[in-house]
């Protein structure tokens, strides 16, 4: 670019007869190149150590705005800072996580190689001023899902971001959310069915199999739209493309070369992540230009009466501001997209791993199962309705303690625009830092849970839960931008639980050791493999 420029330059005087006399009679052409290239030279030189120096300057900065925290010295090498101590998304990293309360009890800072530094924060003194604001999400940590999601929720920032929240909330009332109990009592009886068949092979890997039903149910209340993706997963083109683009961040996640776009777009996981893509935003863009036609079609009402229900998509396709202006198309589709990211790989997780801590703690799931069994006695249906999700107490324990456990996304971050403010430290973090929050160090804290590692549903009842910080648990995050459908997720995971313990005994061997992976969400490195046997 520089050459260019001063190539021009040149040409542009020389048009003028003035440089090309000075250069014919005074200066040679090999001089002229000369000059040329050492001022290019000057400019590169330049352009480094400017660059050098900013990155000196952010390390400088972090030292100094997180010099109230100590960090971990033992581990810290010049160059790779604390990577070498962190083996990227493996259980290790998990246990490291769960231990840094223990030495560091309010926050780290971690360096990232020589020059990033993140300041991990596990306390809910620490994590309050960070979630109570509506700082951005970090650029780099979710610019990996950007493609696929836009500007939804999830990543949008500043005034798109509370308009748009505004927009969405009346999607998650509870007038909107009643009728979807019937549609998550119908895949999980579809889920159910399958594991009468295939539970004769003995054990079942959870992930899996939760994770086509809650896509099942999401498909259903955002389009209303039946996949049999639980029993024809491979006959759905969008089914395999979603399932192709989680499975391709993961990898992505986990291999630092892929995180130059760059390089990412010029391999072959680059080239399948641009069709899955494409596969993807086609089907939402052609759903929506659909139902949009049939609105003006007057044929909307039609369809609404044959389903009962408001889906997802009418309430974003009905959304107005106070100006009267709605979203458009492409707001539409990265709101839809994100639900879809966020919506059923989260509450997968989330199920998994309660299944997996009752079939640990047979005593427990015991308990759920004649809680359910007390409510379902007197029904004909068998199926668990709206004002029936109060009468679950100790079952939303042991889905609250599983989350607290093994949280569904251990680790989220912001990039605080605006100074950040510790109280009970007296310490201020200026802007333009990575600020991290360690939900698993959180939820493990030694503080806040007396035994922490324990799986114990008795702390979440009332007389244990009173005067426990309101930030020391944060499954679905905390403040204005936290997880808008939590309690659409909470309904599906109770009705599932209480439908699945109804039907199944799970049990698990201890003597095989679970490794835990931090793979978007919370998984396992070779799944969750639980016996599940009918009941008799």
């Known amino acids: 670019m520089f050459a260019s420029s001063v190539f021009e330059l040149l040409e542009t005087t020389a048009k003028a007869g003035f440089w090309f006399e000075i250069s014919k009679r005074w200066i040679p052409r090999w001089e002229v190149l000369t000059v040329v290239?050492?001022?290019?030279?000057?400019?590169?030189?330049?352009?480094?150590?400017?660059?050098?120096y900013k990155l000196f300057k952010l390390k400088w900065a972090a030292i100094e705005s997180f010099k109230a925290f100590p960090t971990v010295e033992i581990f810290k090498n010049p160059i790779?800072?604390?990577?070498?101590?962190?083996?990227?998304?493996?259980?290790?990293?998990?246990?490291s996580a769960s231990d840094m309360p223990y030495q560091f009890p309010h926050a780290v800072p971690l360096w990232l190689g020589p020059f990033h530094c993140v300041l991990i924060c596990h306390h809910p003194s620490t994590v309050q001023p960070i979630l109570s604001s509506t700082e951005p999400k970090n650029d780099f940590l979710y610019g990996f899902v950007k493609p696929w999601l836009g500007d939804g929720l999830l990543i949008s920032k500043g005034?798109?971001?509370?308009?748009?929240?505004?927009?969405?909330?009346?999607?998650?009332?509870?007038?909107?959310?009643?009728?979807?109990?019937?549609?998550?009592?119908?895949?999980?009886?579809?889920?159910l069915d399958k594991w009468n068949t295939i539970c004769q092979d003995g054990t079942i890997e959870m992930f899996s199999q939760i994770s086509l039903m809650t896509l099942d149910s999401?498909?259903?209340?955002?389009?209303?739209?039946?996949?049999?993706?639980?029993?024809?997963?491979?006959?759905?083109?969008?089914?395999?493309?979603?399932?192709?683009?989680?499975?391709?961040?993961?990898?992505?996640?986990?291999?630092?070369?892929?995180y130059s776009d760059t390089i990412y777009n010029l391999t072959s996981k680059g080239y399948q992540w641009r069709k899955a893509l494409n596969d993807v935003h086609s089907h939402s863009k052609?759903?929506?230009g659909d139902r949009r036609q049939a609105l003006k079609d007057g044929k909307e009402s039609k369809i609404y009466s044959q389903r009962k229900y408001v889906d997802f998509l009418d309430i974003l396709l009905a959304a107005k501001d106070e100006d009267g202006q709605g979203l458009t198309d492409q707001e539409i589709r990265d709101e839809v997209d994100t639900f879809m990211f966020e919506g059923h790989d989260t509450t997968s997780?989330?199920?998994?791993?309660?299944?997996?801590?009752?079939?640990?703690?047979?005593?427990?799931?015991?308990l759920c199962r004649e809680e359910v069994d007390q409510l379902l006695e007197s029904k004909d249906n068998k199926e668990i309705e709206w004002d029936d999700?109060?009468?679950?107490?100790?079952?939303?324990?042991?889905?609250?303690?599983?989350?607290?456990?093994?949280?569904?996304?251990p680790f989220i971050a912001r990039e605080n625009i605006n100074p950040v403010k510790f109280p009970d430290l007296d310490v201020t973090i200026p802007p333009g830092h990575l600020l991290g929050i360690s939900i698993i160090g959180l939820h493990h804290h030694p503080e806040v849970w007396d035994d922490p590692m324990t799986y114990d549903p008795y702390r979440f009842l009332p007389e244990n839960s009173r005067g426990r910080p309101t930030y020391a648990y944060v499954p679905f995050s905390a403040g204005p931008r936290n997880c808008i459908g939590q309690h659409f997720a909470m309904h599906e995971m109770k009705i599932c639980i209480s439908l699945v313990l109804s039907k199944f005994v799970l049990s698990v061997d201890d003597e095989k050791p679970v490794r835990r992976l931090?793979?978007?969400v919370l998984r396992a490195e070779d799944g969750l493999n639980i016996t599940v046997t009918p009941r008799k």
């Open 349 to 366: 997780s989330a199920l998994s791993w309660c299944f997996y801590n009752l079939a640990r703690h047979p005593q427990y799931q015991q």
């Open 518 to 520: 931090f793979n978007v």
């Open 286 to 288: 052609k759903v929506i």
């Open 159 to 191: 005034k798109k971001w509370a308009r748009n929240r505004k927009l969405l909330s009346p999607g998650f009332h509870f007038d909107i959310l009643r009728p979807y109990i019937k549609v998550f009592n119908d895949s999980t009886q579809t889920m």
């Open 80 to 95: 790779l800072g604390h990577l070498e101590m962190v083996e990227l998304n493996k259980d290790e990293m998990m246990q």
């Open 37 to 52: 290239f050492v001022f290019i030279a000057i400019l590169a030189i330049s352009q480094v150590a400017l660059a050098v």
């Open 218 to 258: 999401l498909l259903k209340c955002i389009f209303s739209q039946e996949s049999h993706c639980q029993t024809q997963r491979d006959a759905n083109p969008y089914i395999t493309s979603v399932y192709e683009l989680s499975d391709l961040i993961m990898e992505r996640v986990n291999n630092p070369l892929y």
């Open 389 to 409: 999700l109060g009468k679950l107490p100790f079952i939303t324990m042991c889905l609250k303690e599983s989350m607290r456990l093994h949280p569904i996304v």
